[in-house]
């Protein structure tokens, strides 16, 4: 019989929920962003497979993989410190769904990992980064959709229904994480297996 796996408990803050029913930025950036309601939740409902209910890709075939986007806050302060911004943007600019603080994301890539929270717990795999598009030059600031490569975020896939609400949670990995790496870029050249 083999050893049950390791589980490393990290606190994070999940800090946004953002659903969002349409996209926002299509064609180029200087055709401009459509005007679309996005809302940040207090509490979401997770479905497996198909995302979270009410966003713009839930049940997309072509999003089944990256149903729920993540990102953490401290790439997107780090990107404001980079280009020495005045105030760090608001995190919804950058349109993934989950924003939390504490959190360092690439080591996600290719595991299975839970978020907990008071509203209940769901599971997910990590996936593919979350490239950042040239939108953010000018939703952001000129040069951000250079800086935040690297910092865009984790797409996943939801293994299990469930609700998630903002506030104090829990990630838990089978991967340590480091949460002062957070805001620093990873730009791979292979992709992992």
Known sequence: MSAPAQVFEHPVQLLHL??????????????GAADVP?????????????????????????HMDAAVTF????????????LGLPAVPDPLLARRNLVVRGAELD?????????????GAV????????NPCAWMDRVVAPGAHRALRG?????????????????PAVL????PLEPAR?????????PLP
């Open 18 to 31: 953002l659903v969002s029913p349409e996209h926002a930025y299509f064609g180029r950036p200087r055709d």
């Open 38 to 62: 996005t809302h940040d939740l207090d509490e979401v409902e997770v479905v497996a497979g198909k995302g979270l209910r009410g966003d713009r890709f839930f049940g997309k075939a072509a």
């Open 71 to 82: 990102l953490a806050i401290e790439a997107w302060e780090a990107v404001a410190a980079e």
């Open 107 to 119: 080591p996600l890539r290719g595991h299975e990992f839970e978020l907990v929270t008071a509203a």
């Open 123 to 130: 599971r997910f795999r990590g996936g593919r980064p979350a």
């Open 151 to 167: 910092r865009g975020g984790l797409r996943c896939t939801p293994l299990g229904d469930g609700r998630l609400a903002r506030g």
């Open 172 to 175: 838990r990995s089978p991967v």
């Open 182 to 190: 957070a805001g620093e870029a990873v730009l791979r050249r292979t």
